[in-house]
């Protein structure tokens, strides 16, 4: 088991990691739920996963490194100072305000600036605008092989017309 220091240490480092992504994360989320159309061009879809997925594991080894403050802090041999108890309290502390802060953001970043009887989650809203972007390049390309399709077939009936135009030269001298 590592020293009462070390757990400090790696406490303070993950809660400051935790908090950056955290950021990143909400920044990100109410970036593609505004910008629907740069999506795709931006690999929004992939790093949006990829930074919840951060998020998910720094607060997963916030709660495990907190746990071993606390299995630390009951130790009858080793009994904490008082002021190493008070640091354990707080770490545990803002622990359950960044799980209760990720919550949060996954029902409503906050740019999104929701009521509290939202119902929505941000997951929702995110799903939403990839799944619009996803159906509207669909539909852009539809239309894409339709113009070209439409136009070779316009092509095509010129080179006829220009064709039946020599041959009705052709006869008329």
């Not at 907190?66 to 108890?85: K, R, V």
């Amino acid at each position: 088991m590592a020293d009462y220091e070390s757990l400090h240490r790696q406490c303070r480092t993950l809660e400051s990691l935790f908090d950056t992504k955290l950021t990143s994360y909400s920044r990100l989320a109410s970036t593609i739920t505004r910008n629907q159309d740069d999506v795709e061009a931006g690999g929004s879809r992939e790093r949006w996963k990829d930074v919840e997925g951060e998020v998910e594991d720094l607060l997963e080894k916030l709660r495990e490194t907190n746990d071993e403050l606390l299995a630390l802090s009951n130790n009858p041999d080793t009994p904490p100072s008082q002021s190493m108890s008070r640091a354990i309290q707080r770490h545990g502390e803002v622990y359950q305000d960044y799980a209760k802060e990720l919550r949060r953001t996954k029902v409503c970043p906050v740019s999104m600036l929701c009521e509290p009887s939202s119902h929505y989650t941000l997951q929702t809203n995110v799903q939403h605008a990839l799944d619009k972007v996803n159906l509207l390049s669909g539909v852009r390309n539809d239309i894409e092989a339709y113009k070209s399709s439409a136009a070779d077939s316009l092509l095509a009936e010129r080179g006829r017309i220009d064709s039946s135009h020599s041959m009705t030269d052709q006869i008329l001298e």
